[in-house]
């Protein structure tokens, strides 16, 4: 029988976990998930500088185990940017969950390898993360559990990017089962 695998959003000191397999989820300035939060937009800036959303965590997690095994699991998008001009979106996978912080409502703390310790890289643009060259998620599971590493990403807006909501973007998990 095929595992049940979920996508959840890591958030918080402990971190909770949010299934948000089925759901819209927002990249903002605040550490919650909500997904009805617009109180906490990426503000744009009125200089030159960058503002950033709190880095949104992701992790699949099994609620019913596979026959054998899940792995080569693999992450990425639509190969286009939607969000509209001055706004971008970099992102890497993490072996660890470090909380987002920074100033709620206003920006939040770059993601670099330096603010997030466990990257396995430096975080690049999401869009080029394809079907046909995705990024390769460490990690593999043969039970019910958390597995694989997390996808760690943020939006950054900086000061040409238009007022209002951008438009929704899909990224896509994708695992071979056993």
């Known amino acids: 029988m095929a595992a049940v695998v979920i996508i959840n959003r890591l958030t918080g000191a402990g971190p909770s976990t949010t299934d948000i397999t089925s759901i819209n989820t927002r990249a903002n300035t605040t550490d919650i998930h909500d997904t009805d939060e617009t109180a906490n937009p990426i503000q744009i800036p009125t200089d030159a500088t960058s503002k950033f959303s709190y880095w949104v965590v992701t992790r699949l997690e099994t609620t019913s185990a596979p026959d054998t095994l899940i792995d080569n699991i693999e992450w990425f998008s639509d190969a286009s940017n939607g969000f509209g001009t001055g706004v971008t979106c ?77 438009p929704a973007e899909t990224w896509t998990w994708r695992f071979d089962e056993t």
């Open 90 to 166: 970099v992102g890497e996978s993490a072996s660890a969950y470090t909380q987002a912080t920074g100033t709620a409502g206003d920006t939040g703390l770059e993601l670099t390898a330096g603010n997030y310790a466990s990257l396995t890289s430096a975080p690049s643009d999401v869009f080029a993360f394809t079907s046909a060259a995705p990024n390769a998620i460490p990690g593999n599971t043969t039970d019910t559990e958390e597995f694989g590493d997390r996808m760690v990403y943020q939006v950054q807006v900086d000061s040409t990017a238009g007022p209002g909501v951008t």
